[in-house]
T-cell receptor
Framework: GNSVTQMEGPVTLSEEAFLTINCTYT??????LFWYVQYPGEGLQLLLK?????DKGSNKGFEATYRKETTSFHLEKGSVQVSDSAVYFC?????????????FGTGTQLKVEL | DARVTQTPRDKVTEMGQEVTMRCQPI?????VFWYRQTMKQGLELLAY????????DSGMPKDRFSAEMPDATLATLKIQPSEPRDSAVYFC???????????FGPGTRLTVL
C-alpha cells in the first residue's frame, strides 16, 4: 500500500538556519507529492506540491524536489524565521477507483528560536 | 479568499451525548473529506464524498459515526453516542475532482468527558 515516512521531530533551529525535513514514500505508479503546514490551532494549509518526477515545488522560500529514483520529497528552506514554527506534513496522492486520496506522514514539528 | 468553514470550533460534551459537526466546502468544490487528528494516531481519513455521494467511509467506526451531505454546501459528521476516545480535532477538507489538492478547514476540537 501507499505510505509516507517523515523524520521525527521536534526539529529546533536558530533563526536564519538552513532547514531540511526528510520525507520518503512508498507507492505504485506516479503519485503526486505534497507538503502541508499546520500552524498552532489551525487547519492544514498546502505549502507546495509536485506532480511528476524531477518537478520542484516552491512557495514562501520553501522548496522540495520530486526524486523518483530515491522515492523522496525532502523539504528545504535556506533561512528559517520564527514565523515558520509549525508542524509540517508530507503527503502523497494516488488516483484510485474511488477518487484522489491523500496519505499523510506523521508530521514533523519545527521550532525556530531567536 | 475562499475557505472551508467548520462549526463549531470547539465542543465539550459528556459521554453518551450526540455530537454533530458541520462543514461548508469551498463553493464549486465537489469533493469533501473528513479527517480526525490525534496525537497518537496522527491524521486519519474517516470518509469522503464526491458530488454528495459517499465514496469511501472505511475509516469510520460504523456503529456510532455517520457522515452525510444534505446539499452541495453542507457536510455533516455525527457521533452518537460519543465516547471519551472520540476526543480529537476533526477536519473537513474540500477539493475538485479534477485535481488532487485538498483545502482544509480550521477544525472542530471535540472533547468528550
Amino acid at each position: 500500500g501507499n505510505s509516507v515516512t517523515q523524520m521525527e521531530g521536534p526539529v529546533t533551529l536558530s533563526e536564519e538556519a538552513f532547514l531540511t525535513i526528510n520525507c520518503t514514500y512508498t507507492a505504485t505508479g506516479y503519485p503526486s507529492l505534497f507538503w502541508y503546514v499546520q500552524y498552532p490551532g489551525e487547519g492544514l494549509q498546502l505549502l507546495l506540491k509536485a506532480t511528476k518526477a524531477d518537478d520542484k515545488g516552491s512557495n514562501k522560500g520553501f522548496e522540495a524536489t520530486y526524486r523518483k529514483e530515491t522515492t523522496s520529497f525532502h523539504l528545504e528552506k535556506g533561512s528559517v524565521q520564527v514565523s515558520d514554527s509549525a508542524v509540517y506534513f508530507c503527503a502523497l496522492s494516488r488516483l484510485t477507483g474511488g477518487g484522489n486520496k491523500l496519505t499523510f506522514g506523521t508530521g514533523t514539528q519545527l521550532k525556530v528560536e531567536l | 479568499d475562499a475557505r472551508v468553514t467548520q462549526t463549531p470550533r470547539d465542543k465539550v460534551t459528556e459521554m453518551g451525548q450526540e455530537v454533530t459537526m458541520r462543514c461548508q466546502p469551498i463553493l464549486g468544490h465537489n469533493t469533501v473529506f473528513w479527517y480526525r487528528q490525534t496525537m497518537k494516531q496522527g491524521l486519519e481519513l474517516l470518509a469522503y464524498f464526491r458530488n454528495r455521494a459517499p465514496l469511501d467511509d472505511s475509516g469510520m467506526p460504523k456503529d456510532r459515526f455517520s457522515a452525510e451531505m444534505p446539499d452541495a454546501t453542507l457536510a455533516t459528521l455525527k457521533i452518537q453516542p460519543s465516547e471519551p476516545r472520540d476526543s480529537a480535532v476533526y477536519f473537513c477538507a474540500s477539493g475538485t475532482g479534477g485535481t488532487d489538492t485538498q483545502y482544509f478547514g480550521p477544525g472542530t476540537r471535540l472533547t468528550v468527558l
